[in-house]
């Protein structure tokens, strides 16, 4: 059984991704923003974060999402960590930016939401699978 944290603000797909999970075994804490994904981190030895870019809160966006914890995370503990950044930002406002962003702050894989579940899961196999 593998440890996996989401950070996702939306509690429906991050529901659905958390059954698709458990359905292979896998652990798995939801958290909404950053402050709530680090508690988990800093006392769980997670194997997998799944973070996404942008959160909101009251409907806007906020700092309280991926780049804030990927930020404060211990390094240690980091490197020790597969992460998988999602985003839903729509081409206007620039996927291509957000997954860039979020490889240069150290995301493995990425995925451009909506995506199913099956992709998902075959995303996390391979970062479990992975090496690096």
């Not at 593998?2 to 939306?10: M, P, V, Y």
């Not at 798995?28 to 030895?45: H, I, K, M, R």
């Not at 999602?86 to 995301?107: D, R």
């Not at 995925?111 to 099956?118: A, E, G, R, S």
Request: hydrophobic letters at 45%.
């Amino acid at each position: 059984m593998k440890l996996i944290l989401i950070l996702e603000d939306d509690l429906v797909l991050a529901t659905q991704w958390r059954r698709a999970l458990e359905l292979k075994q896998h652990k798995v804490f939801v958290t909404p923003g950053a402050e709530e994904a680090l508690a988990v981190f800093n006392t769980q030895n997670i194997d997998v974060c799944i973070v996404d870019f942008m959160v909101r809160e009251n409907g806007k966006p906020t700092a309280n999402g991926g780049i804030t914890f990927l930020g404060k995370m211990d390094p240690f503990k980091r490197r020790k960590t597969k992460i998988l950044g999602v985003s839903g930002m729509t081409e206007e406002q620039g996927p291509i930016e957000a997954k860039n962003f979020l490889l240069t702050f150290g995301a493995q894989e990425f995925l451009q939401k909506p995506f199913t579940d099956l992709e998902l899961v075959a995303t996390v196999n391979e970062l479990l699978l992975s090496e690096t």
